[in-house]
């Protein structure tokens, strides 16, 4: 495409990238609050990272880069590591040339920070998808490996309707875990310090967050409590999910725990609390094949989308 333009993000730009955005990646449109949230009040945004392609004052093209200027819990800065949590280029701008410069031009931005590794598009706190949509955006994840990135990982989100969900096949399982002094239920709000210090020490790192946000909502009264299933053992937490709407997650059990049927009463009691609350679907952005099969098909959740993690080495 001859006459087009790559440069930094400017404020007038919104309404165009939005439009841009919602073309280029359909099942994965943002609105203006979505925007504002996960990307102009991201501790980590600078405008000039991210990029635009321009071409007769019609926004053609973009390219959503980040590294770390904030320190993340548990994870500290990542010295050596980048994201691109969007890139996309308009239908009938595509083979043109745009995707190339916009790419090229994330790859100088994050060699000139002296980072090593760029990843798509696994970055916390605000990533909108775990990858590349490997059936919705198949010539992007074509353009993408032709251009040095490798898949490290295969993600899927799963959906499942719970309006029928039922609790009781699974209640000889929870009674097996109380005769072994295991209680699962719902957290009280006298245990938040518990709950943080067993997601400091026993989950990923951003799994921290997710709670410290969903249990600040709770105490001003915009979630639950409710909203986190604990499973108690002796004054300590070995597992927990928490909620929020019908999205379902984060989850998990501590390694210590695991294969004692605590996760599947965990996930029981957790859907069936959604269920009360009138939620008639369940949905998990990001799970592994394993995890799929063991847990989450028992309680009739199908894979939705499947996604390519992405990363490639800089220098």
Not at 105 to 127: H, K, M, Q
Not at 213 to 228: H, I, P, T, V
Not at 274 to 288: D, I, N, Y
Request: with cysteine.
């Amino acid at each position: 495409m001859a006459g087009f333009e790559v440069r930094g993000y400017r404020c007038e730009d919104e309404e165009a990238l939005l439009r841009a955005w919602a073309s280029a990646l359909p099942l994965d449109a943002i609105d203006h609050v979505t925007f504002c949230r996960k990307v102009l009040l991201d501790p980590n945004f600078d405008p000039e990272w991210l990029i635009v392609a321009e071409a007769d004052g019609r926004v053609v093209g973009f390219s959503l880069c980040l590294v770390r200027r904030a320190p993340l819990e548990k994870v500290g800065l990542e010295p050596h590591r980048g994201w691109i949590t969007a890139f996309g280029v308009v239908p009938d701008s595509r083979g043109q040339g745009v995707g190339s410069a916009l790419l090229e031009r994330s790859v100088e931005l994050f060699a000139r920070e002296g980072r090593t590794e760029v990843s798509i598009a696994p970055y916390t706190p605000n990533y909108f998808v775990p990858g590349v949509d490997e059936q919705a955006y198949a010539d992007g994840l074509r353009f993408l490996t032709a251009r040095g990135f490798e898949v490290v990982q295969r993600p899927l989100s799963m959906d499942a309707n719970i309006v029928k969900l039922d609790e009781s096949p699974y209640a000889g399982r929870a009674a097996r875990l109380a005769e072994q002094g295991i209680e699962v239920r719902t957290l009280r709000p006298h245990e938040i310090p518990l709950l943080l210090g067993f997601l400091r020490d026993h989950m990923p790192g951003d799994w921290l967050r997710h709670g410290r946000a969903l249990l600040d909502d709770a105490s001003r009264g915009l979630a639950r409590f409710e909203q986190f299933t604990i499973a108690v053992h002796a004054g300590e937490i070995l597992g927990y999910c928490q909620c929020d709407g019908d999205h379902f997650g984060p989850f998990g059990v501590r390694d210590d725990a695991q294969g004692k049927g605590i996760g599947t009463v965990l996930l029981a009691r957790c859907l069936s609390g959604m269920r009360r609350r009138g939620h008639h679907a369940a949905w998990v952005l990001w799970t592994s094949d394993d995890t799929a099969s063991k847990v989450y098909s028992r309680f009739g959740f199908a894979e939705t989308r499947r996604f390519s993690v992405l990363r490639r080495r800089l220098g």
